[in-house]
């Protein structure tokens, strides 16, 4: 199957698309504009629409948090497909803890995640119980250890392919850990992560290779990538649970300010991010994917 052919997504199949799949199509939509921007100016769009998730978190406005994430995770994604690409000092952006370079945005995230905690090798979580040994380890001491346990793991387990594949994995690990967490927690949580990606890829510009404790920039980069993409569904799973007991937050998952209607029992929270993919980057009316922004594609804004 051809890259073109792995693109198309349809009414009937986008629930189950992935990553990779609307890396190639923003790549069509904005590819022309993000190859002037540097990765730092990309990666600047991200900050700003993140801190506007944590603005409409603090004014309780799940409708306007949940459309910013939306255009987070779209510069998360054009930003890992330029990053793939990338090389500072004669070397790949994007390592894994084995020194071989990622291929997409999807292994960057099972590296660090492969279907288990990778502090606690846990499903779900089981951090509190060893919180102690977690905090008193170095980053060396902690990568040893997940090394080995996400070694196991992959070794074990059948990985997601799918956004939302990814998004049910990730309720199965943190799920009752982020149930007794607040809103506001997670979305700090987030924002800490959206801020760590911003010091790598400064860091890596500024041709410091590596981290206090030895660890190349290159190989902490993806891992602080699929820290933001765990606590951006993290979010997502949360307004889900109160969008139960609240018309705002049911109106968010409807994708329109219009009346509010009540949530199907049969909702499936792991859809989120692919149904506002969708109604962003995609017009019914024009039958075209296109920018959000200027409704064109490619880009013009």
Not at 85 to 106: I, M, R, V, W
Not at 134 to 155: C, D, H, I, M, T
Not at 194 to 211: F, M, N, P, Q
């Amino acid at each position: 199957m051809t890259k073109q052919e792995q693109s198309i997504l349809t009414e009937n199949n986008y629930l189950d698309a992935s990553f990779e799949q609307w890396a190639l199509i923003l790549d069509k939509i904005y590819g022309k504009r993000n190859e002037q921007r540097s990765i730092s100016e990309m990666w600047l769009r991200a900050v700003s629409d993140a801190s506007k998730v944590g603005e409409a978190v603090r004014k309780s406005d799940a409708y306007e948090a949940m459309l910013y994430l939306t255009h987070t995770f779209g510069w998360v994604i054009t930003s890992s497909t330029k990053l793939l690409k990338l090389e500072f000092d004669g070397k790949p952006a994007l390592l894994g803890s084995d020194s071989k370079p990622h291929n997409c945005l999807t292994n960057i995230v099972l590296s660090k995640y492969p279907s288990i905690c990778p502090y606690c090798g846990g499903v779900p979580c089981k951090c509190s119980s060893m919180r102690k040994t977690v905090e008193r380890e170095s980053k060396s001491e902690r990568r040893l250890r997940l090394n080995k346990v996400n070694l196991q793991a992959k070794e074990d387990g059948i990985l997601p392919e799918t956004i939302s594949g990814l998004s049910n994995m990730f309720e199965d690990i943190y799920g009752q850990v982020h149930y007794g967490s607040s809103l506001e927690s997670i979305a700090f949580h987030f924002l800490e992560e959206i801020g760590e990606v911003a010091s790598c890829i400064t860091s890596l510009e500024d041709g410091k290779g590596r981290h206090r404790e030895l660890v190349p920039y290159n190989i902490q980069l993806p891992e602080e990538i699929a820290d933001v993409v765990g606590w951006g569904f993290a979010i997502m799973s949360k307004l889900s649970t109160l969008a139960k007991d609240a018309d705002r937050l049911v109106q968010a998952f409807n994708g329109s300010q219009d009346k509010p209607e009540s949530l199907s029992t049969s909702w499936n929270s792991t859809h989120i991010l692919p149904k506002y993919l969708w109604r962003e980057f995609y017009s019914n009316s024009e039958q075209q994917y296109q920018c959000h922004h200027c409704k064109s594609n490619p880009c013009e804004c």
